[in-house]
């Protein structure tokens, strides 16, 4: 690029850079963002701005490379560090994505993702669970899970009047994936008073079946819950219906939300979770749930709204 920034006037200081495009791209919604408001952000023309970005996916992944770059740790994972590693990721992601509207959910949706910012998200993480011990084709799972569930769980928490736990859903999410590579010691003690529960490695798979791209993986998740309604503990209820919460609110599929919202009627009648886990439940508008399913969204919105 010249130092005039395409305005033909050698000499003067350039009005655009790839650093003020993506410092005003993050002032706003980036998920409503259009070239024509961005432009009039900067100060610029319409065409002065396309010739610095060709179109709005390249404003967006100027966004993804400022995002990576303040969520990544600086230190190195290793063997030592590399659970504390991750958490400290997945912390810096839940909030640097929550900070900037629409962000969390845009990353959440398909889409062909930024090679260079989101490739070295995923190596540094890999590289992580390498370090705890993980073969590589468990590191490239465990990313998988890990990258997909933290991402979806930002999405549906990014406009909650009160955020879902993000905190007991990573804990949970990292115990089920520690679990997974061997060597560490299950979250649940043999000690415990309550001996119901499913376990870390049964809950993880459900996890991973409720935040999966597949409809169906998602609809078997629920009728698994259903199911085992009566063998959970409370904080594997908690997590659960957390997490159907925030996937309803996001759930593109109409058989899936009925199958979301009556798995979390199975689970209200356990007494085991509260207003507080489903929080997220009140974005889900009433007019986008079939007729013959709002009876399962009023019978939750009434009884712990």
């Given amino acids: 690029m010249n130092s005039t920034g395409g305005n033909g006037r050698p000499g003067r200081p350039a009005r655009l850079s790839r650093e003020r495009i993506a410092e005003a791209a993050l002032q706003g919604d980036v998920a409503t963002l259009t070239m024509r408001e961005l432009a009039t952000r900067l100060g610029v023309s319409h065409s002065s701005l396309y010739r610095w970005v060709p179109d709005r996916d390249g404003v967006l992944d100027l966004v993804s490379e400022v995002m990576v770059e303040r969520v ?151 009728e698994t819950i259903c199911d085992w309604v009566r063998s959970f503990d409370r904080s594997e209820v908690r997590t659960l219906a957390s997490l159907l919460a925030s996937a309803a609110v996001l759930e593109p599929d109409a058989d899936c939300l009925e199958s979301e919202l009556n798995a979390l009627g199975e689970l209200s009648a356990t007494g085991l979770f509260d207003a507080a886990d489903i929080a997220a439940l009140r974005r889900l508008p009433r007019a986008s749930v079939r007729a013959a399913d709002v009876e399962h969204l009023d019978y939750l919105i009434e009884e712990f709204f």
Wanted: glycine share 10%; aromatic share 8%; hydrophobic share 40%.
């Fill in 72 to 222: 990544l740790p600086e230190d190195e994972p290793d063997g030592e560090n590399w659970r504390d590693w991750l958490t400290r990721l997945a912390w810096a992601m839940h909030d640097e994505f929550l900070a900037v509207p629409g962000y969390a959910a845009h990353v959440a949706r398909p889409h062909r993702h930024h090679p260079q910012s989101f490739g070295r998200l995923r190596g540094r993480a890999i590289a992580a669970f390498r370090a705890g011990g993980a073969d590589a084709q468990q590191a490239e799972q465990n990313w998988t899970v890990f990258g997909h569930g933290v991402v979806r769980w930002l999405a549906a928490a990014g406009s909650a009047t009160a955020e879902p736990p993000f905190g007991r859903y990573l804990g949970t999410l990292l115990r089920g994936l520690l679990q997974q590579d061997g060597g560490q010691r299950p979250y649940r003690q043999a000690e415990a008073a309550d001996s119901r529960s499913v376990g870390d490695e049964h809950l993880l798979a459900l996890t991973r079946q409720l935040t999966s791209e597949s409809a169906k993986a998602r609809e078997r998740a629920c």
